[in-house]
């Protein structure tokens, strides 16, 4: 199926398994089963969903946006291809989830304002990938975590939660890149003391926010 235009899938599950691809437009999807079995290829264009997602999804533009409507929308698929995504707002509370350790994505992750990023397994961001966070990186690995990451930049703010009490690390620096970081790692009334920083590689990490995290 491939879809150019705005549209709105929640039909039944097991309806088809060829795949779909979005070139442009938005589809929504309101059915977890709604995208079939196949992969989901974006060539750009917006996939809004308000239900997790198994399906593998491929990048193949850097003018992707994963648009979640409510808290923590799943994506337990592996997304592999040569570009990246934003995530944006699709309604409600926006929050995307992150769980599959073999992602292989090339491109940038943008964070937009007001939208959550949560981690809740280790390394599922490729290393090579840099993030533009101004909104929320939340890392939350049940008993605690690593996140190894090129660049860090943006405004936002890196987090882990007070449900989780286990120590979590940002790794920054892979591939030698630089970045600046004008956001906070920790936040107020998050569980600070079980956040902490590793600067590797030849690049330089420049941080102009205040910075709360202890661990």
């Not at 060829?18 to 196949?38: E, R």
């Not at 997602?53 to 979640?68: E, G, M, Q, W």
């Not at 049940?142 to 882990?160: D, F, K, P, R, Y």
């Not at 690390?169 to 956001?183: E, I, P, Q, W, Y």
């Amino acid at each position: 199926e491939v879809v150019e235009a705005n549209y709105a899938v929640s039909r039944p599950a097991g309806s088809y398994s060829g795949g779909t691809t979005l070139t442009s437009g938005t589809i929504v999807v309101n059915n977890s089963a709604g995208l079939g079995t196949g992969a989901v290829t974006m060539n750009g264009g917006t996939l809004n969903t308000s239900v997790n997602l198994a399906n593998p999804i491929v990048l193949n533009d850097t003018a992707n946006t994963i648009a979640p409507n409510g808290n923590y929308q799943r994506l337990t698929g592996q997304i592999s291809g040569p570009g990246g995504f934003t995530v944006a707002s699709g309604g409600g509370t926006p929050g995307l989830e992150l769980t599959n350790t073999a992602n292989n994505f090339a491109g940038a992750v943008t964070i937009n304002g007001g939208t959550y990023l949560r981690l809740t397994a280790s390394e599922v961001l490729p290393d090579a990938v840099s993030v533009i966070n101004n909104g929320n990186l939340r890392l939350d690995v049940v008993g605690g975590g690593v996140e190894t990451i090129a660049g860090l930049s943006g405004g936002g703010s890196v987090w882990v939660p007070t449900t989780n009490s286990a120590m979590h690390t940002l790794v920054v620096g892979a591939n030698d890149a630089s970045s600046t970081f004008t956001g906070t790692i920790g936040a107020s009334g998050q569980n600070n003391a079980y956040l902490g920083l590793t600067k590797i590689g030849a690049g330089t990490l420049t941080l102009s926010g205040a910075n709360s995290y202890g661990g």
